[in-house]
């Protein structure tokens, strides 16, 4: 009986260790099977496509790039302090123009290169400080823009650096073919495509989201460069008074009564 007991449980560890080591090699061929992860995937195209991936990780890490700094630079604390322009004003107001001069150079942004620019032509009168608070205003707004525009010249160029990853993959894939004389199944071509089709899903990643903030901070620029402008204007509120008093035209002296024609 004791033997008998001994032959069942080594036959009952023989049958334990022959189903692990099946279920290992059923384990092992599924896995050799499987599809491919994202990165085989990425490096499975060569080296240019290798390239092309970088291509656009560069520039994803320059679009987050440009993205914080926007989002740090275009406060309406940077763009325009706060009191500044009731600070010109006043000392407009009591003829101090030194201390608004030495107020905007202390606290440098675009509301104060803008209101610098109207104090330097103040000799000029209203239309020269105008004038220059209007040109100052369209190069300032015009340095935003032209820092803005990099995320839609981003947004513009990954869906075509996706595009070429695309059709040379493509290209790859036929030549496969043309390689084997058309013996290749569709497996073989079903994995060239979708080993192209990871470039095009990478420059759509990076250019969605370029292209939206693009517009949100267009729009940003847009209403700060107004208000600035307003401001400005504001804050010379009083020389334009001060204009428009001198100009001011009097009243016509009366006219002399008609003589009646007596000696």
Known sequence: MRQILIKSSTAMSILCVATTVLAQGTSSAESE??????????????????????????????????????????????????????????????GRVAEADQACRQQPSFLS?????????????????????????????????????????????????????????????????????????AADLAEGIYQALVTTVGGLIVAIPCLGAFAVFRNRVDQLVAEAAYTAQHAFAPLKRRRGAKQKPQAAAPPPPPSDGGP
Do not use: C
């Open 113 to 185: 290169f803008v209101l610098l620019n109207g104090l330097a032509e103040l000799d000029g009168g209203w239309t020269a400080v105008e004038k220059a608070l209007e040109d100052a205003t369209a190069e300032q707004s015009a340095r935003l823009f032209r820092k803005i525009e990099y995320l839609s010249v981003i947004g513009n160029i990954a869906p075509m650096v996706g595009l070429l990853g695309t059709v040379t993959g493509m290209i790859f894939a036929f030549q496969q073919v043309a390689s084997t004389q058309g013996s290749a199944g």
């Open 33 to 94: 099977s499987a599809p491919q992860g994202f990165f085989s995937i990425i490096f499975s195209g060569g080296i240019v496509g290798l390239l092309i991936v970088l291509l656009l990780f560069a520039l994803s890490l320059t679009a987050a790039y440009l993205v914080f700094e926007h989002i740090m630079t275009l406060r309406r604390t940077e763009i325009m302090p706060e009191g500044l322009g009731d600070q010109v004003r006043e000392s407009l107001s009591a």
